[in-house]
């Protein structure tokens, strides 16, 4: 397993790291869906202990991830194996009873509950977990600086920033002033990576990590649901009715991904070690992270873990899912 570090800190994250949301099962927020089908904890167990012997050390998670249910289970299966690890988490998907989930003392009471759920003294990196500081950002200031208040009591180590669009990160960035950014990246997306790009610039500039969650896109990128075989979720899973399972979907991206199996292998591990590569070819990408459910999963996952892409595969890659 290869390391890179987070900013500028000197703290090191395996390249391939892994994401927790899965492990928060079905749920809502608000009445909204935003979980996934339920998982086998004794599976989970199975492949995170296949992940620390393989060199893994960086699990991602948030409180809203089965409304702490991950953060638990997480704390549950790595036990006396937590303080070994470097343990992200976020906060403001979870409301709770306050207005918005950034009032700052939100943030503190949510801060001190991810630390009982994860049995942990500290938060090694601590996120924003979107960009919406409410109408005119009226929460942004309260809440950046009760997060510093809980860096400096030593109960956050770094500050992470995690958003959904180009905008919020250049306006956000120079406020927050994070560590780390952590969006969406796969063969399909790179929006946020691209040299040249706006967040990439800044990223350059004050020496930012990204973190790649969705680097799968879901499975799609692993050929887990060809052309006429549309999934079907159940309620509580963030997947259903989204547009990326749709039949015109399935059919582009099988279309690529049958171009990729050609050059590169036809097994989950070959195509998964190139859409995971794919990313880490950008300097700017500490760590993929992508979800489980099991130790097949993990397996596939870190399989390609020492096999990067040659500078040719990587515009192979570039142009098959650009077309």
Not at 46 to 63: K, M, P, S, W, Y
Request: hydrophobic residues 35%; contains cysteine; charged residues 25%.
């Amino acid at each position: 397993m290869r390391y890179r570090k987070l900013g500028k800190s000197q703290v090191e994250v395996s390249e391939i790291s892994l994401g927790c949301w899965t492990m928060g099962g079905l749920n809502w927020v608000n009445g909204q869906p935003n979980g996934w089908a339920n998982v086998d904890e004794a599976e989970v167990a199975r492949g995170i202990d296949h992940a620390l012997d393989q060199g893994v050390n960086h699990f991602d998670n948030a409180d809203v991830y089965g409304n702490g249910r991950a953060e638990r289970m997480l704390a549950r299966v790595l036990g006396k194996r937590s303080n070994k690890v470097v343990i992200a988490t976020k906060v403001g998907h979870f409301p709770g009873t306050a207005e918005h989930a950034y009032e700052a003392r939100h943030i503190r009471h949510q801060c001190e509950q991810s630390l009982l759920n994860l049995k942990r003294d500290f938060i090694d990196l601590y996120y924003f977990h979107h960009g919406d500081f409410g109408p005119g950002d009226g929460y942004l200031e309260g809440a950046v600086g009760v997060m510093r208040d809980l860096q400096r009591e030593g109960k956050l180590r770094l500050l992470g920033l995690s958003a959904y669009s180009s905008d919020d990160f250049v306006r956000l960035v120079p406020v927050v002033k994070p560590d780390v950014l952590q969006s969406w990246a796969h063969a399909m997306d790179t929006q946020f990576i691209d040299p040249g790009t706006a967040v990439r610039k800044l990223m350059d500039q004050q020496e930012l990590s990204f973190v790649a969650f969705s680097p799968l896109a879901q499975g799609l990128l692993l050929g887990k649901y060809p052309p006429g075989s549309k999934p079907q979720f159940e309620a509580g899973d963030h997947r259903k009715g989204s547009g990326q399972f749709s039949e015109e979907h399935l059919r582009k991206v099988d279309a690529q991904v049958q171009k990729l199996k050609r050059k590169f292998g036809e097994t989950p591990e070959d195509l998964a070690r190139v859409a995971l590569q794919y990313l880490l070819s950008y300097s700017c990408t500490a760590c993929v992270i992508p979800g489980f459910r099991n130790l097949r999963q993990v397996e596939i996952n870190l399989r390609g873990a020492d096999a990067p892409l040659s500078a040719e595969d990587v515009q192979y890659v570039r142009e098959v899912m650009q077309s």
